[in-house]
């Protein structure tokens, strides 16, 4: 969740690391940090941003090597004492990690009872004061990280720079990290995106490797010694753009990237003279795709309602049964995994631990998984080894917009795959591939006459809460909208299946109530208009997201019409308005858009 970058080479690195830290921000803002080897070891760190932190700079803090940090708390309140990088008492030795040192207090009590004074309370502090004392008892620097691991339970990424030596250890377990290779300079970060600017060349490390890395090379070794070959892997057409540009803010940008990320995702997927869909990283063949006995899709927050989504599509094109779970929940529920079941981890970062862990343990069992993910080359892509990449291009807004739709699209293709395997016939395989192939136009063309955002943001800004209701393929897309209204503009939101809504949540409703209905023009809307009219009865005001042209608008007190599409693929349209009704109301409250307090992009902590 927190951010790491380092730099060792002939130029100054300050300008490196400050760079990599904006462009980490979005992992982490609680706090940063850099330290910059000069003769000894210069460190600054600030709580807030890290503008606070440049703020807070000397004029020039000369050096070719260093490491920085952002931070996202977990152990240990916001505090510059807390901020990373930490430092030995000697300040010889400094330290950034991203991940949670599990037996800290057991490793702190320790250090403190042989007299250590800590000065953070972070889980992390520990491990440099641990390997201070292996390098005071005469080891050099790579052992003394690698016996300091050995002592520590829990996930690391970890860069640390030493005084007396030209080189940064880093190690990686359950956190990732990639060496940016450069000529005679070398980068790390905790993801490429702070690289993509400076090499396309990498060595991604793999959990249990540790790497020596100095200005001209870097040597990789495993955990118990062994050394290993540093595989350089490129970045080439990873990522598309992923600068600001005109738009005031990355969540604004991502929304409006939709329909160029659709493109992306559909892109020689599909089909259309035989009605069916590619998605040739999956690894199966028709015949296979016909004996799966169910589908399991996995995911956490806006991944999970995706996951929703495709649940719906996927059971309704190929007649399989198919369930989307909660990672976090599912691991830990000791899930019975069928081996020839077929699973998928929906993942835009690739990193989420719930996720990753849920992988491991359907593997576990002997059970494949399939990664449905965003970020190429992620931990769970790799884990998973096959699957499918949505190609969304680089999301670093905290709420995630184009991933939602990009993750729809591509297990609406899957759907369309396995249904043509099974029970789908061509004709209605044409019709849904033509109708899919739409899709991105229709997307850009809603976000060019959005419709009355504002006044719904009116009467949503000071509201005590909002109801989110949808039925059938909607109910996930009324999660969604409830996600994104909460998670940035910190209104309690809560959403339901419309049906559900009389047995309980109805309580709710008083005068003027806002409740937001998402109801396309399907086969269960009738039943959708009954619940308005239920809220209505009460007071409430309703938010009517619907089809062009449908005279259901008439329910309405605020109307937000979206343009026709197939019912299997309206939520790609109907999350359009709740995306821009979040972000408008954020704005509206003041709120920090893309850096929602308390959260973090990439959620790499259980
Ligand atoms: C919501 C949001 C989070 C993520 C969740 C999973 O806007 O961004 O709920 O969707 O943390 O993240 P990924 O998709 O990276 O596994």
């Known amino acids: 969740m927190c951010g790491i970058i380092g730099y060792i080479g002939e130029q100054q690195a300050l300008p490196f690391l400050l760079d990599g830290l904006r462009r980490l921000e979005y992992r982490g803002y609680d706090s940063s940090g850099v330290a910059v080897k000069n003769g000894g070891i210069t460190v600054h760190k600030k709580t807030g941003k890290v503008a606070d932190l440049e703020a807070k700079l000397p004029a020039s803090v000369e050096g070719t090597c260093g490491i920085a940090h952002t931070r996202w708390a977990t152990h240990g309140g916001v505090t510059d004492e807390n901020a990373h990088p930490h430092c030995s008492a000697d300040g010889k030795i400094a330290l950034v990690h991203n991940g949670i040192i599990e037996n800290a207090r057991n490793l702190r009590n320790r250090l403190e009872n042989e007299g250590v004074k800590l000065r953070s309370e972070t889980d992390s502090e520990v491990l ?8 005071s ?28 030596h030209e080189k940064i250890i880093c190690a990686r377990n359950g956190s990732p990290l990639v060496i940016g290779v450069g000529s005679g300079e070398n980068w790390i970060a905790s993801d490429t995106l702070p690289l993509q600017t400076l090499t396309q060349q990498v060595v991604r490390l793999d959990d249990g490797d540790l790497a020596e890395v100095s200005a001209d090379g870097i040597k990789t070794s495993r955990f118990d010694g062994r050394t290993t070959d540093s595989e350089v892997t490129s970045l080439d ?11 005031p803010h990355f969540m604004l940008k991502e929304i409006h990237e939709q329909p160029e990320a659709l493109r992306q995702c559909l892109t020689g997927r599909l089909d259309i003279k035989n009605g069916n869909a590619r998605l040739g990283g999956i690894g199966l063949t028709a015949k296979q795709l016909q004996k799966i006995p169910h589908v399991r899709l996995l995911g956490c927050g806006t991944a999970l309602n995706a996951s929703q989504v495709g649940r719906i599509v996927i059971e309704e094109l190929a007649r399989v049964p198919t369930l989307a779970h909660v990672s976090s929940e599912f691991r830990h529920n000791n899930p019975v995994i069928e081996t020839n079941a077929l699973h998928f981890a929906v993942s835009q970062s690739g990193e989420t631990a719930d996720t990753l862990a849920a992988v491991k343990e359907i593997q576990l069992k002997g059970g494949e998984v399939r990664g449905v993910i965003n970020v190429v080359g992620s931990t769970i892509a790799r884990q998973c080894g096959r699957g499918c990449y949505i190609h969304s ?3 670093q807004s905290v709420a995630s917009t184009k991933a939602f739709s990009n993750m729809v699209a591509a297990l609406s293709l899957f759907g369309i795959q396995i249904g043509r395997a099974r029970t789908l016939s061509r004709e209605k ?30 009467l949503v800004k000071d509201a005590k809460s909002v109801l989110f209701l949808g039925r059938g393929i909607s109910a996930p897309v009324a999660r969604e909208g409830a996600l994104k209204l909460m998670e940035i503009a910190y209104i309690p939101c809560l959403a339901y299946p419309a049906g559900e809504m009389k047995h309980g ?10 409740v937001v209905v998402i109801a396309p023009n399907d086969s269960l809307k009738d039943k959708t208009v009954s619940s308005i009219q239920e809220c ?9 997201i619907h089809e062009e042209g449908d005279p259901i608008a008439e329910e309405a007190d605020i109307s937000i019409p979206v343009p026709a599409t197939d019912p299997m693929f309206t939520p790609m349209l109907t999350v359009l308005p709740l995306q821009l009704i979040a972000y408008q109301t954020a704005l509206a409250l003041g709120c920090d858009v893309d850096r929602p307090r308390n959260l973090a992009k990439s959620v790499t902590v259980e």
């Open 128 to 135: 440099v004061h641990l390997i201070h004392r292996e390098i």
């Open 137 to 164: 008892n005469g080891a050099k620097p790579l052992t003394a990280v690698r016996r300091t691991l050995k002592r520590a339970r829990g996930t690391w990424g970890i860069c640390v720079v030493f005084e007396d």
């Open 237 to 247: 057409g990873e990522w598309g753009e992923a600068e600001l540009g005109d738009f």
């Open 393 to 395: 291009g680089p999301e």
């Open 429 to 458: 395989g044409k019709k849904l591939v033509k109708s899919l192939q739409k899709i991105p136009k229709l997307v850009g063309d809603y976000l060019e006459a959005p419709g009355p955002i504002e006044e719904v943001v009116d």
């Open 505 to 514: 949540p109805i309580a709710l409703l008083e005068e003027g109530s806002p």
């Open 536 to 544: 209505r009865a009460r007071g409430a005001k309703i938010i009517l």
